[in-house]
């Protein structure tokens, strides 16, 4: 089975700090995504990934950035956490061939106080 | 544009009641389609696909199928357990473009 870990289930963290959210997979999968959930709006992607040291924006990039060093690995970063930034963050991934049918982990509920 | 819309929730049945979830999608093409599931403390996993009109997705005894005709992908299945309890979301994507996600609804399965 496919598995996506991310690095806490919870995360409180004060306004103005720097947040790395990280993700890793073990299935060797190229494509990577990072999400943010929030009621009434369902997914919206922020960044994405489809090979080591490249990235490409999503829907809502702005207060965000990402890194991808390595292969099974993939980092969101909030340069200066707001409160509006407190949400769910998912991360997936995905196989070549089958961009669109992503796993995804258990997810990251961070708080901005 | 793009977009997918989806039944508003939260939705409550009984155990063994039948069950739809509708979903509507919008799209200049042939989109692909999916309904992703997650479980309470869980992240998402797909569910079912349909990649082309009059596709049926199966899965734990859901179904859905591609309705060009009325741009649907509404979700059944005929008798709902306790364990369906979750967040049902309906998905599309068109060719390179990313996968575009309904808002979610949240289904409760009563004893």
């Known amino acids: 089975d496919v598995k996506v870990t991310q690095s806490s289930r919870y995360l409180v963290k004060r306004t103005g700090e720097k947040v790395f959210l990280e993700c890793v997979q073990d299935?060797?999968?190229?494509?990577m995504f990072w999400y943010r959930q929030d009621p009434g709006l369902g997914l919206r992607l922020i960044y994405f990934s489809y090979d080591v040291k490249m990235k490409e924006k999503g829907d809502i990039p702005e207060g965000y950035s990402v890194s991808r060093e390595k292969k099974e690995r993939f980092s969101l970063i909030l340069e200066s956490a707001s409160t509006n930034q407190t949400s769910m963050y998912l991360c997936?991934?995905?196989?070549?061939?089958?961009?669109?049918?992503?796993?995804f982990g258990p997810g990251t509920r961070l708080t901005v106080t | 544009g793009n977009s997918v819309t989806q039944m508003e929730g939260p939705v409550t049945l009984s155990e063994e009641a039948f069950l739809t979830i509708n979903c509507t999608y919008t799209?200049?093409?042939?989109?692909?389609l999916f309904w992703y599931v997650q479980y309470p403390g869980e992240g998402l996993q797909l569910l079912l696909k349909?990649?082309?009109?009059?596709d049926k997705g199966s899965n734990k005894g859901f179904e859905a199928t591609y309705r060009k005709e009325t741009t649907s992908f509404h979700l059944e299945k005929g008798s709902v357990q306790v364990s369906d309890s979750a967040v049902y979301f309906c998905a599309r994507n068109f060719g390179n473009e990313k996968l575009t996600f309904g808002t979610g609804t949240r289904l409760t399965i009563i004893p």
């Open positions: 997936a991934s995905s196989p070549p061939g089958a961009r669109y049918e992503q796993y």
């Open positions: 299935m060797d999968h190229e494509n």
């Open positions: 349909a990649t082309k009109a009059d």
């Open positions: 799209a200049t093409g042939y989109p692909s």
